[in-house]
């Protein structure tokens, strides 16, 4: 794969994303290069808080997220930092699909750690399984959709707060306090005694 060229403007990706969703299958072959770097980052930031002995790789995430998103002429791309959030949801509705499979084998290790220290909950919370946080999160989306997105676009696709709010169509101060917010419910969902 050649390496991205970083002097491209990023309206490239989105003027080929566009191009993509009307049928345009050489702009699938122009988009993926230009890509494909950036979405094993994020790849790999989510096997990051996966177990080491996982058998998904970031490239079977990487091909997922892409298949499902370039396939989709419904979604209406915005810009580029829209799709990479999109893509990291994709890949974490891999991750999910997949943890629930194995945990309904209910075979030794089914259950997935994450490690949730990486800034998303304060210093000293414990580890999490992958269904929990994913539980936490879509009950967060109950209450606040535009936390529980945050949370996606920060934490597993490392978007910068500038690019969230240029992909919400907020400020970067209310994505900061949104981000804290998150930070503080999930924290206190994950770490209470189940009942």
Avoid: C
């Avoid at 998904?56 to 419904?74: D, P």
């Avoid at 999109?86 to 209910?106: F, G, N, P, Q, T």
Wanted: hydrophobic share 45%; proline share 4%.
């Amino acid at each position: 794969m050649k390496p991205v060229d970083d002097k491209r403007d990023p309206s490239d990706v989105t003027k080929l994303l566009l191009r993509v969703k009307v049928g345009d299958t050489g702009a699938e072959s122009e988009l993926l290069p230009l890509i494909y770097d950036e979405l094993r980052a994020i790849a790999r930031n989510h096997m990051r808080h996966e177990r080491q002995d996982h058998t998904l790789q970031a490239t079977v995430l990487v091909h997922e997220a892409f298949l499902q998103l370039a396939g989709n002429s419904q979604i209406d791309w915005q810009n580029r930092a829209h799709f990479f959030a999109l893509a990291s949801r994709a890949m974490r509705r891999v991750l999910i699909d997949y943890a629930r499979a194995a945990h309904a084998e209910k075979r030794p290790g089914a259950h997935q750690r994450v490690d949730l220290d990486s800034g998303l909950i304060p210093v000293g919370a414990e580890n999490t399984d992958v269904l929990a946080l994913d539980e936490a999160l879509e009950k967060l989306a109950t209450w606040d959709p535009r936390q529980s997105q945050i949370v996606e676009m920060r934490f597993f696709a490392g978007l910068s707060f500038e690019e969230i709010a240029e992909v919400l169509g907020v400020s970067d101060r209310t994505v900061k306090r949104d981000w804290t917010m998150a930070r503080a419910w999930l924290h206190r969902e994950l770490t209470r005694a189940p009942q």
